[in-house]
Each structure stands twice: as C-alpha cells, then as structure tokens.
C-alpha cells in the first residue's frame, strides 16, 4: 500500500498558482451567491435588507480578483470579452467602488427638506426639518444574470491558467533538491488570529 502525503510549497514560483486559486474560489462564490439571489427574484421575494446584503456581497466579491490586495490581480484584458462584457464588468466594479465601498455616485440620496403648511406659508414658515434617504439596495435580475455569464468567462480564463501554473510549478519543484523542500516545508494549519485583522499575509 502506497501513502500519499504533501508537503508545502511556500516557494516565489508557486505564488502566482496560490493567487489563481484564491480568485477562482472568489468567482464560484460569486456564482453561487448569485444563483441565490435569482431564487429570490424568481419567488418574488423582494425583502429589501436580504437583496441589499447579497447584491453587496455579490459586488465585493466579484471585485477582489481585480482590486488590490496581496495576491496578484488578473487583468480583465487577458480575457476573451467582447466590448459588451467588458463594458458589464467596468459598471460592476464602479458599482462596487462608487455605491458599495464608498458614497461617490448618485444612487443614494440623503436630502434635507423643510416642512411647512401649504395654506399659510407665511404666518408659520418652516415647522419641522427632516431628511429623506433613497438609494439603489439591488442589483437587478438582468445584471445578476449577466454577472454570472461573466463570472463564468473569466473562470474558464482562470482555470486554464491554473493548468498552467500547476504545470509550470511542477516541473520547477522536479527539478529542486527533495530533502531541501522538505527541510522548507512548514505544513502549519490555517489558523489565523482574529485580533489581527490588520496584519497582511505573505
């Protein structure tokens, strides 16, 4: 009986594949989030709270491959889009940027108003003051729809890089001396401090 077991490869050249497989889990869960959204559409249920959490999610999680960050961003020019995908894709980060991430654009409006008694304006002016708040909470049913077509090009283009990488890794950590990786190898668990949400990983 052969036993099989790994040893980590915490090298520069294996970087880049790490990196990949990162943005490729963030692309499956934006589809997955995604198809939970358009089961909500689909049974009318349009509780407001749920669609923005999710369009939310959604949107950041589309983003990260593209934003910066520690690992290495894919440009979106590598991808075979045509000018109506990559157009898609501009509006979504921008969505995430200027509507999510920060209050840039127009789809939220906080306005001060005065109230007053339209029959006599004059003799009592302004008698109370409030504001009134709208914004965009959702993506729609066409741009989820659309996101996933999208998520599922870019992830055809991230899976054959990841054959790549995997290729290229392989045949770099072959030639390397086996006792020296092993003597590198840390095989420590994921276990990442909450307190430290500040500290970058490598």
């Not at 991430?101 to 006599?120: I, M, P, Q, T, W």
Request: aromatic share 8%; with cysteine; hydrophobic share 40%.
């Amino acid at each position: 009986m052969v036993t099989h077991t790994f040893i980590d490869l915490d090298l520069e050249d294996a970087r880049y594949l790490a990196d990949l497989t990162g943005i490729k889990v963030d692309l499956q869960s934006t589809i997955r989030l995604c198809n939970l959204l358009i089961k909500r559409f689909e049974a009318s249920d349009y509780e407001s709270d749920f669609l923005d959490a999710m369009s939310t999610a959604i949107l950041v999680r589309y983003s990260r491959p593209f934003v910066s960050g520690v690992r290495r961003k894919i440009r979106i020019e590598d991808v075979h889009l045509d000018k109506e995908e990559i157009k898609k894709h501009n509006w979504l980060l921008e969505m995430r940027n200027k509507h999510i991430a920060h209050s840039v654009n127009a789809f939220e409006e906080n306005k001060v108003v005065g109230y007053y008694v339209r029959e006599r304006p004059e003799e009592k002016g302004i008698t109370s003051i409030s504001v009134q708040h709208g914004r965009i909470i959702s993506l729609s049913y066409a741009d989820v729809k659309a996101l996933i077509e999208l998520a599922n090009k870019i992830l055809a283009y991230v899976g054959e890089e990841i054959k790549k990488e995997k290729s290229k890794v392989l045949a770099l950590v072959q030639q390397r001396d086996f006792n020296e990786l092993l003597r590198l190898s840390k095989q420590t668990a994921f276990n990442p401090s909450m307190a430290k949400v500040d500290k970058r990983r490598k």
